[in-house]
């Protein structure tokens, strides 16, 4: 591969002030590289409200099938603990962390740490990798479902993310490449380079990992956050024979086989309206299925559809909300005109 055009005049990051450095990861247009790809710089911003500000690096990689970011770490673990440092210098944060699920590799960063980073080793389970779950493992801090870590000050970040923060700081690179598990090999590939070009393979693909990743279209490109490219096993599916695998196997305890069923009937459920958005796509559930069904496909489609209608119903409320407010307005528009018209013609006229 070739080497990267530099972008932007490499700081020294250590001698910059913390806002200059946000600026260049808003610049940079960094995004959540462990597939949310929410605005880094944005995240940061609103960890920055809080008095009280952690970083912690997310290296347990629980996709199946993809080691993506073990990869990583193995080749460019030194930038990415600089990466955690810039991000420490940003938040001024009392406390980093990295959390990795490989003890070798935790063993060598350890050895390169001069950045007063805490490396935990942490079992690479399906829900380890949940910034919530993660967060409580290495800190004991719960986090509520309803707010967000970096509300509280807990900026969670992936190590690609990481990495791409070093570079673009401290090299002046932008985001021109990442390393993904295509087709079960880790290699650096270029963004925005289609995804057929990338496998090499006329299989249908997933980007992502074979479980929770997503369909590619003929045209579709590799962007920031996909890590892995990866052969759809959709095609294989057989009818579902009702075995309960995908119940035991959840980590969230949620009644998949239902949802399952609900989602290929199309129908919406008080138990599809509770369970729905509580699923976080980890996987699990599609690996355990002996027929190969793509269930997280028809989970998000009916969560995709809930949505959609929650969406259509508020839309109508509020319309109904102005429509109301405007007839009342009416109402009482005319109410003062009677009240005045009575008022004229009760008072006593001059020419009377």
Known sequence: MNSPKQQFPPLDWRGKSPEVLLARVRDAGIVGMGGAGFPTHLKLQAALQSDHRTVVANGVETDPGVTADRALLKQKGSDV?????????????????????????????????????????????????EE?????????????????????????LNVATLFAICECVRDGLAVTKRIATVLGKDQWCEIDTP???????????????????????DQDTLKPIHNAISINLSSQALPCIRCGWCDSACPKDLPVERLLSESMGSISSPTAQTHLNECNDCGACVVSCPSRIPIIDYIRESRDRQNESGYIAQRANEARQRFEAKQQRIDSQNQRTMDERERR???EHKWQ
């Open 132 to 156: 919530r779950v993660l967060i409580e493992k290495i800190t004991g801090e719960p986090i509520s479902q309803d707010s967000y870590p970096a509300h509280n000050g807990i900026a969670v």
């Open 195 to 217: 995804v057929h070009e990338l496998a090499n393979t006329s299989e249908k693909l997933r980007v992502g990992s074979f479980a929770n990743g997503r369909s590619v279209k």
């Open 81 to 129: 603990l600089e990466g955690i440092g810039i991000v420490a210098r940003i938040l001024n944060a009392s406390s980093s962390y990295l959390a990795v699920s490989n003890q070798s590799i935790a063993e060598r960063l350890r050895i390169c740490n001069d950045h007063d980073i805490a490396i935990s080793v942490i079992d690479n389970d399906y829900q380890n990798g």
């Open 345 to 347: 013609m009760q008072q």
